[in-house]
């Protein structure tokens, strides 16, 4: 739980924008629980990424806006459905 209050409280936080070499992958892993608790219980969520896919990005903004991507697909779903990350 303190990991999730943890990421919760890094959303909330604006920082300086750190590009570095990141690996996809390691990013989506690191948000899958909070995307599953994000959904309601009428929604199924299927993540899918290629191992070893790397990028030069800051690994905060792209979680952020994956986050802010899937709540928005939740919200457009009221009665429940699929959302997939591929």
Same mark, same amino acid.
């Given at each position: 739980?303190?990991q999730? +209050?943890a !990421?919760?409280?890094?959303?909330?936080? +604006? =920082? @300086? =924008?750190?590009? !570095?070499?990141? =690996?996809?992958?390691?990013?989506?892993?690191?948000?899958?629980?909070?995307l &599953? &608790?994000?959904?309601?219980s009428?929604?199924?969520?299927?993540? +899918?990424? @290629?191992?070893?896919? &790397?990028?030069?990005?800051?690994?905060? @903004?792209?979680? !952020?806006?994956?986050?802010?991507?899937?709540?928005?697909?939740?919200?457009a779903?009221? &009665?429940?459905? !699929?959302?997939?990350i +591929?």
């Open positions: 739980m303190s999730l +209050t !990421q919760l409280m890094a959303f909330a936080h +604006t =920082s @300086q =924008s750190s590009m !570095q070499v990141v =690996s996809l992958d390691k990013i989506v892993s690191g948000i899958e629980q909070i &599953r &608790r994000s959904a309601d009428s929604m199924q969520l299927s993540i +899918t990424v @290629q191992d070893k896919l &790397r990028v030069k990005a800051d690994p905060s @903004q792209i979680e !952020q806006a994956l986050v802010h991507l899937a709540i928005n697909a939740f919200e779903m009221p &009665r429940g459905g !699929q959302l997939a +591929t």
